[in-house]
């Protein structure tokens, strides 16, 4: 975490001052003591010094509400709002709304000591959906420069911020009022689509844009769909964004994730939620250093936004991210004066492979060896036990590399980053069961997993294939459920077609289950028609030619993380549009901090 105080489980961070803190709380208790009415839009201190309610014009109509509010049940007020201790005016505010831990992401420390050196108020939205109702913006402005007596909020420019199902929330206002937008930040939400929608404006602003994502998030989103509409801003517009995405990480699923048993600890190897909020709060800090005049406050009358000389600044090459990972480059389509959103939508057949059968393998007494049967997942397995409430740190379908070659019996046991298992024969418990009682696959609930709980679980079987075929693998997986199946040694890939010869063929499963519960665990092959026979072989050649051209980056030696960033003045104007832009070299820094999964893990 460097230097930087995260925002702390409990309790004020040390750099808001016990003064700041002691004042709320006393206001509070001054309030109790003298028989004042309970207020129905409370603070909610040391974070949120001032609570207030939506303005009368912004209330949902009564027949909008579901009813009285459930008996015993807390209040939640509307808005929430913080400004830099002892602060008479603002230049900016900074506007969350409400989606799981974005509240969080506002109260961090380092977010705070850049609006505090900027004269940044921040306002979290947690009861109105403003994306909607754009026009409406005015009105809540107007109520919380009046709430607050700082009359700034009325005209003062913003940074916005949005998360998933509020994605939306920070471009929708960058396109609705561009002059007033100092920057954007898409934290694991939608990514401004280019083009804009047709009532959205542009004006020319050099709007500072972040889109933070999860490697793993969405099936990759942050290289379908955000790099090639941020490369589409960079290129035909004045907005200048860039991408960052979290290794290791979906849905915001870190693992010292608000809420869960890691808040509040070190992940020293791992992407952490703190480690993106820092960079956030880097990025803010640049934004407004940038854009923010300082001769004069927004009291009055709005002020003019500085432009930002595009031609400043450092330059991160499109691929870095796939690079620093040391991972084989992903599409990435310029076509007709575009770059193509999802350029390879989800292949039907997810490339080939022709796999032989074990030689001269004899499978030892009571290891399973099922017939092939297509279409169906076998049910007699050897699985390991003892492992139920534990996830592997590993994530199986980047590296299965330490089971791929596992031939195994009855009462073997294995070691799993510190955790032993012993291999033991299915029960009938944990066969999973479908349609008409139809034996299908492995029951998580039949004790293997107890509900809501995680799991790591390898199963091993022996298929027995009578006659060579084309068959269509079945791996089904999510981001919160990793599932790698290996043939013969050979891991195989969800939808991936494969060509089996008469034989035997050692079978395994590596399953890493976590925050989510799966009925049944059902790897099966089906059979390939022709036609699906040919996609796999064309995708294969794709998917060839990227790992051999990674291969042959990698032969030339490791880059330093460095490389990758490049001033501006130093590219070619004519490339300078194809990359994305960050302030200075200390952004890049700590981009590259972000990034940097090797340094990370010490390697």
């Given at each position: 975490?460097?230097?930087?105080?995260?925002?702390?489980?409990?309790?004020?961070?040390?750099?808001?001052?016990?003064?700041?803190?002691?004042?709320?709380?006393?206001?509070?208790?001054?309030?109790?003591?003298?028989?004042?009415?309970?207020?129905?839009?409370?603070?909610?201190?040391?974070?949120?010094?001032?609570?207030?309610?939506l303005?009368?014009?912004?209330?949902?109509?009564?027949?909008?509400?579901?009813?009285?509010?459930?008996?015993?049940?807390?209040?939640?007020?509307?808005l929430?709002v913080?400004?830099?201790?002892?602060?008479?005016?603002?230049?900016?505010?900074?506007?969350?709304?409400?989606?799981?831990?974005?509240k969080?992401?506002?109260?961090h420390?380092?977010?705070?000591?850049?609006?505090?050196?900027?004269?940044?108020?921040?306002?979290?939205?947690?009861?109105l959906?403003?994306?909607?109702?754009?026009?409406?913006?005015?009105?809540?402005?107007?109520?919380?420069a009046?709430k607050?007596?700082?009359?700034?909020?009325?005209?003062?420019?913003w940074?916005?911020?949005?998360?998933?199902?509020?994605?939306?929330?920070?471009?929708?206002?960058?396109?609705?009022?561009?002059?007033?937008t100092?920057?954007?930040?898409?934290?694991?939400?939608?990514?401004?689509?280019?083009?804009?929608?047709?009532?959205?404006?542009?004006?020319?602003?050099?709007?500072?844009?972040?889109?933070?994502?999860?490697?793993?998030?969405?099936?990759?989103?942050?290289?379908?769909h955000?790099?090639?509409?941020?490369?589409?801003?960079?290129?035909?517009?004045?907005?200048?964004?860039?991408?960052?995405?979290?290794?290791?990480v979906?849905?915001?699923?870190?693992?010292?994730?608000?809420g869960?048993?890691?808040w509040?600890?070190?992940?020293?190897?791992?992407?952490?939620?703190?480690d993106?909020?820092?960079?956030?709060?880097?990025?803010?800090?640049?934004?407004l250093?940038?854009?923010?005049?300082?001769?004069?406050?927004?009291?009055?009358?709005?002020?003019?936004?500085?432009?930002?000389?595009?031609?400043?600044g450092?330059?991160?090459?499109?691929?870095?991210?796939?690079?620093?990972?040391?991972?084989?480059?992903?599409?990435?389509?310029?076509k007709?004066?575009?770059?193509?959103?999802?350029?390879?939508?989800?292949?039907?057949?997810?490339?080939?492979?022709?796999?032989?059968?074990?030689?001269?393998?004899?499978?030892?007494?009571a290891?399973?060896?099922?017939?092939?049967k297509?279409?169906?997942?076998?049910?007699?397995?050897?699985?390991?036990?003892?492992?139920?409430?534990?996830?592997?740190?590993t994530?199986?379908?980047?590296?299965?590399?330490?089971?791929?070659?596992?031939?195994t019996?009855p009462g073997?046991?294995?070691?799993?980053?510190?955790?032993?298992?012993?291999?033991?024969?299915i029960?009938?418990?944990?066969?999973?069961?479908?349609?008409?009682?139809t034996?299908?696959?492995?029951?998580?609930?039949?004790?293997?997993?107890?509900r809501?709980?995680?799991?790591?679980?390898?199963?091993?079987?022996v298929?027995?294939?009578?006659?060579?075929?084309?068959?269509?693998?079945?791996?089904?997986?999510?981001?919160?459920?990793?599932?790698?199946?290996?043939?013969?040694?050979?891991?195989?890939?969800?939808?991936?077609?494969?060509?089996?010869?008469?034989g035997?063929?050692?079978?395994?499963?590596v399953?890493?289950?976590?925050?989510?519960?799966?009925?049944h665990?059902?790897?099966?092959?089906?059979?390939?028609?022709?036609?699906?026979?040919?996609?796999?072989?064309?995708?294969?050649?794709d998917?060839?030619?990227?790992?051999?051209?990674?291969?042959?980056?990698?032969?030339?030696?490791?880059?330093?993380?460095?490389?990758?960033?490049?001033?501006?003045?130093?590219?070619?104007?004519?490339?300078?549009?194809?990359?994305?832009?960050?302030?200075?070299?200390e952004?890049?820094?700590?981009?590259?901090?972000?990034?940097?999964?090797?340094a990370?893990?010490?390697?």
């Open positions: 975490m460097g230097n930087v105080e995260p925002h702390i489980p409990q309790g004020a961070p040390r750099w808001l001052g016990g003064a700041a803190a002691a004042l709320a709380c006393w206001a509070l208790a001054a309030g109790a003591a003298t028989g004042q009415q309970e207020d129905p839009a409370p603070p909610e201190p040391p974070y949120w010094p001032i609570g207030m309610d303005p009368d014009a912004l209330k949902p109509k009564p027949e909008a509400t579901k009813g009285p509010p459930r008996k015993g049940a807390r209040a939640s007020t509307p929430l913080w400004v830099p201790p002892g602060a008479k005016h603002i230049r900016a505010v900074f506007i969350i709304p409400n989606n799981s831990d974005s969080v992401v506002g109260e420390a380092a977010i705070r000591k850049a609006a505090a050196r900027h004269e940044m108020a921040i306002l979290y939205l947690r009861s959906g403003l994306e909607g109702r754009m026009d409406d913006t005015r009105t809540l402005m107007d109520a919380v009046a607050t007596g700082i009359a700034e909020f009325r005209h003062a420019p940074i916005t911020l949005g998360k998933s199902s509020r994605g939306k929330f920070p471009f929708y206002m960058a396109w609705k009022f561009p002059k007033r100092i920057a954007t930040i898409s934290y694991h939400g939608e990514t401004p689509t280019w083009p804009p929608e047709k009532w959205a404006r542009l004006d020319g602003e050099t709007i500072l844009h972040l889109s933070a994502n999860g490697a793993l998030e969405w099936g990759g989103t942050w290289y379908k955000v790099r090639p509409s941020l490369l589409n801003y960079r290129a035909r517009s004045a907005w200048l964004p860039h991408q960052a995405a979290a290794y290791d979906g849905h915001g699923d870190y693992p010292d994730g608000h869960s048993g890691g509040g600890k070190l992940f020293p190897s791992k992407v952490t939620c703190i993106v909020w820092d960079y956030i709060a880097v990025f803010i800090d640049k934004a250093a940038l854009r923010v005049p300082t001769d004069k406050y927004p009291t009055d009358a709005p002020v003019a936004l500085k432009q930002v000389d595009a031609n400043s450092c330059l991160i090459e499109p691929f870095a991210v796939e690079d620093l990972f040391q991972e084989p480059r992903l599409p990435l389509v310029f007709h004066g575009s770059y193509v959103v999802d350029p390879l939508a989800e292949p039907n057949c997810n490339g080939y492979a022709d796999i032989p059968p074990a030689k001269d393998y004899q499978p030892p007494e290891v399973p060896v099922v017939e092939l297509a279409g169906f997942s076998p049910t007699n397995w050897l699985l390991t036990k003892g492992l139920g409430g534990f996830a592997m740190e994530d199986p379908m980047r590296d299965v590399s330490a089971f791929a070659s596992l031939r019996k073997d046991t294995i070691q799993i980053e510190g955790r032993q298992a012993t291999f033991t024969p029960a009938d418990n944990e066969i999973g069961r479908r349609e008409k009682n034996p299908r696959g492995v029951a998580m609930h039949g004790g293997l997993q107890p809501g709980r995680q799991i790591t679980l390898i199963g091993y079987t298929l027995n294939v009578k006659e060579p075929h084309a068959y269509k693998v079945t791996g089904l997986y999510s981001l919160a459920v990793r599932l790698q199946i290996v043939l013969n040694g050979r891991p195989v890939d969800h939808k991936q077609i494969v060509q089996l010869s008469k035997l063929y050692p079978m395994l499963f399953l890493r289950m976590k925050s989510v519960t799966w009925g665990v059902e790897p099966s092959l089906d059979l390939a028609a022709p036609e699906e026979v040919a996609e796999g072989k064309r995708v294969q050649v998917k060839d030619a990227r790992r051999a051209e990674f291969e042959k980056r990698q032969a030339a030696g490791p880059r330093k993380p460095e490389s990758f960033v490049h001033k501006a003045s130093d590219v070619p104007a004519a490339e300078r549009r194809r990359m994305f832009w960050v302030a200075d070299m952004q890049a820094a700590a981009w590259l901090k972000l990034q940097d999964i090797k990370r893990a010490g390697k």
